[in-house]
C-alpha cells in the first residue's frame, strides 16, 4: 500500500482500522484486501478478544453455502441428517450434496464439527453479523466503489424503497447521529 494511500494504520482495542487520505475510514476487511493486492499477505492483521494480532482467513460463502450457514446460526449443533431433511425441502438437495458442502466450508472455516453420538454435530465458526457484514461490504464495494450515498441514490432514482424502508432509513441516520455526537462528546 503506497504513502499517499494511506495515512496511518490506528491500533485500537478491538480492531485495525486505516485512515485513508480523504478520511474515509475502511473497514478491517478491506483494509486487509488492500494489503493483500499490494503484497503478499495471507489474511488480515487484527486483534483477537484477548488483545494478541492474528492473521485471520477471511471465509466467502458461495450461495449454496449461505444457506447452510443460515439454517446452522438458527439452530446448533446439527447432524448432516438434520441439515439434510431441511435443506431437502427448499432445494432438493440429497445427503451426499450437504456432505460437500459441509467439507467445503469446514475447510474454508466456516463450520466446525464434534463427533456426537452417532453423527458429528455441525457447528457455526463464523458469527453471522461477521459473514453479512463482510459480504456487504464486498456488494457495495464492488458495484458501487464502497459509496453508500451512491447505492441509495441508485435505489430512490429506481423508487426502489418502500416508505417503510425510508422511514427505517431515516431512524438509522438520527441514531448514528445520536452516537457520533456521543462519542464527539467524549473525545
Same mark, same amino acid.
Given at each position: 500500500?503506497?504513502?499517499?494511500?494511506?495515512?496511518?494504520?490506528?491500533?485500537?482495542?478491538?480492531?485495525?482500522?486505516?485512515?485513508?487520505?480523504?478520511?474515509?475510514?475502511?473497514?478491517?476487511?478491506?483494509?486487509?484486501?488492500?494489503?493483500?493486492?499490494?503484497?503478499?499477505?495471507?489474511?488480515?492483521? @487484527?486483534? /483477537?478478544?484477548?488483545?494478541? %494480532?492474528?492473521? =485471520?482467513?477471511?471465509? &466467502?460463502?458461495? !450461495?449454496?453455502?449461505?444457506?447452510? +450457514?443460515?439454517?446452522?446460526?438458527?439452530?446448533?449443533?446439527?447432524?448432516?441428517?438434520?441439515?439434510?431433511?431441511?435443506?431437502?425441502?427448499?432445494?432438493?438437495?440429497?445427503?451426499?450434496?450437504?456432505?460437500?458442502?459441509?467439507?467445503?466450508?469446514?475447510?474454508?472455516?466456516?463450520?466446525?464439527?464434534?463427533?456426537?453420538?452417532?453423527?458429528?454435530?455441525?457447528?457455526?465458526?463464523?458469527? @453471522?453479523? /461477521?459473514?453479512?457484514?463482510? %459480504?456487504?461490504? =464486498?456488494?457495495?464495494? &464492488?458495484?458501487? !466503489?464502497?459509496?453508500?450515498?451512491? +447505492?441509495?441514490?441508485?435505489?430512490?432514482?429506481?423508487?426502489?424503497?418502500?416508505?417503510?424502508?425510508?422511514?427505517?432509513?431515516?431512524?438509522?441516520?438520527?441514531?448514528?447521529?445520536?452516537?457520533?455526537?456521543?462519542?464527539?462528546?467524549?473525545?
Amino acid at each position: 500500500m503506497t504513502a499517499s494511500k494511506m495515512n496511518t494504520i490506528n491500533r485500537l482495542t478491538d480492531a485495525y482500522q486505516v485512515v485513508y487520505s480523504n478520511g474515509r475510514q475502511m473497514s478491517t476487511y478491506f483494509a486487509c484486501r488492500e494489503l493483500q493486492r499490494s503484497g503478499p499477505w495471507t489474511g488480515c492483521l @487484527r486483534m /483477537e478478544r484477548e488483545g494478541t %494480532e492474528s492473521m =485471520e482467513k477471511i471465509v &466467502k460463502l458461495s !450461495e449454496a453455502e449461505w444457506k447452510v +450457514m443460515s439454517l446452522l446460526w438458527e439452530a446448533s449443533p446439527q447432524t448432516m441428517m438434520q441439515l439434510t431433511k431441511q435443506l431437502k425441502e427448499t432445494t432438493g438437495w440429497t445427503k451426499h450434496t450437504v456432505m460437500t458442502f459441509l467439507k467445503r466450508m469446514e475447510e474454508k472455516g466456516a463450520v466446525r464439527y464434534e463427533e456426537g453420538g452417532r453423527a458429528k454435530l455441525y457447528y457455526p465458526k463464523i458469527a @453471522r453479523k /461477521e459473514a453479512v457484514l463482510q %459480504e456487504t461490504e =464486498e456488494f457495495l464495494e &464492488k458495484v458501487f !466503489e464502497g459509496r453508500m450515498g451512491l +447505492m441509495l441514490n441508485t435505489m430512490v432514482e429506481q423508487q426502489a424503497l418502500s416508505r417503510e424502508e425510508i422511514s427505517e432509513l431515516y431512524e438509522i441516520l438520527r441514531q448514528a447521529e445520536e452516537k457520533s455526537r456521543e462519542g464527539g462528546e467524549n473525545r
